[in-house]
């Protein structure tokens, strides 16, 4: 299935029209285009073309039964693919729309069940950038794109994390720079009576309960959740999210001090010398990566350590989380250590992030 894999930089403020025209021929003919979002890179492909939604299940190696979120550029488009459009949506679109907001209602056989994985529901979001939205209005179609990352990966912020992991199984890239959010969209059910939040993102429940008040919006993926019982959404999977190197989370930043800095700290703290840690973490400080994130400075740490990362606020946090991530695995780490950010509503979409990113310093 070794595709060469074209990559093409556009303007995001201007995106050329004829590098759109490009992007769109491609996917009109049933190829993958990935392009940003406000959030992340999305893998795109005609969502009313069968064929051109398997290619995507089998680029990411994703398994067929996560369904695929669909991309409009408009409500009237969203509207030819559902069978209902309540007064809730209406209400949540003219307000977020576009923007980081998915939602999942019944949908009309315009969509095929590559798309949905034979679920009667689909997930509908407009994206904001214009090169999203350029490109949907000139394909005229709506646009099946899963975040632009092989399963299970870290989604991408940038082009060159689309590049490294799908480079040879898609057609184009369009090289817009960083994505504004770099957190994926909130998914939000509204075929229940009460609205559901099936995945936490930039848009918070509480914002949607604001807006949509008296109707209560119940949030059911929680942080570090495991037992979720029946899957209603696979990015509710704990974890989803994970970087290549072993990734373990301490819980707050007074940890640190706790952590084992040196082998024979290491065998007084667990005893023996063994996987995951292996090694006091001075031993090979080059193949370890700290990650601070919601403190306002950065703890004192051994001099020795020279990848550390601080990510002091909920914004840059979300911007630029994934990217740490991904120059994480660059970097060729085998362990990441995370300073979680405190348990406060800012954090929520961050945390739920890292729960799926890492596991807990002991289990
Ligand atoms: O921000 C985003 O949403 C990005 C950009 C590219 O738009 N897309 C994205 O797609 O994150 P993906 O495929 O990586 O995640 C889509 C999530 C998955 O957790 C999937 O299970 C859920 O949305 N989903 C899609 N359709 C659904 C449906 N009909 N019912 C329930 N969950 C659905
Ligand atoms: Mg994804």
Redesign the pocket.
């Known amino acids: 299935m070794s595709r060469p894999t074209e990559v093409i930089s556009v303007d995001p403020k201007q995106p050329d029209p004829s590098v759109i025209e490009h992007a769109a021929s491609i996917l009109r003919r049933g190829g993958l285009v990935a392009f940003a ?1 406000e ?4 893998l795109g492909a005609d969502a009313t073309n069968p064929d051109a939604v398997m290619a995507i299940f089998e680029a990411k190696g994703r398994p067929s039964q ?4 669909v ?1 409009v550029d408009s409500t009237e488009m969203a509207k030819s693919c559902v069978a209902e459009w309540p007064d809730v949506a209406d209400l949540l679109a003219l307000h977020y729309w576009p923007g ?1 907001l ?1 939602l ?1 209602l019944p949908r009309t056989s315009r969509i095929p069940d590559a798309v ?1 994985a034979g ?1 009667p ?3 509908i ?1 407009n ?1 904001r950038p214009l090169v999203a939205q350029d490109l949907i209005e000139r394909v005229g179609r709506p646009i099946a ?3 632009a990352n092989r399963s299970n990966r870290v ?1 991408p912020t940038l082009a060159s994390h689309v590049f490294k992991d799908l480079e040879g199984r898609i057609d184009l890239i369009l090289d817009s720079g960083q994505t504004d959010l770099g957190l ?2 909130t ?1 939000v ?1 509204l075929t229940t009576r009460q609205p559901r939040v ?2 936490p993102g930039p848009v918070s429940a509480s914002e949607l309960e604001s807006l949509i008040g008296p109707l209560r919006v119940v949030e059911i993926a929680n942080p570090g959740a495991v037992d979720l019982g029946v899957l ?4 509710q999977l704990p974890v989803h999210y994970a970087p290549q190197a072993r990734t373990l989370r301490v819980e707050t930043p007074e940890d640190l001090a706790r952590l084992p800095w040196t082998t024979d700290e290491f065998v007084r703290v667990f005893g023996s010398v063994g996987t995951p840690e292996e090694f006091g973490l001075l031993d090979r400080p080059e193949r370890v990566a700290l990650v601070i994130i919601g403190t306002p400075e950065l703890p004192s740490l051994p001099a020795a350590l020279t990848h550390r990362f601080h990510l002091p606020d909920p914004e840059t946090a979300g911007r630029d989380l994934y990217v740490v991530l991904h120059q994480c695995d660059a970097l060729g780490v085998s362990l990441i250590v995370i300073v979680p950010p405190p348990d406060r509503r800012e954090w929520h979409t961050i945390r739920d992030r890292l729960w799926r990113a890492s596991r807990p310093w002991r289990e």
């Open positions: 979002t959030t992340v890179y999305g996560n369904p695929l979120i991309h980081p998915s999942v949905t679920l529901t689909v997930g979001r994206p794109a899963p975040s989604s994926e969209s998914v059910d099936l995945r209603t959404s696979p990015g």
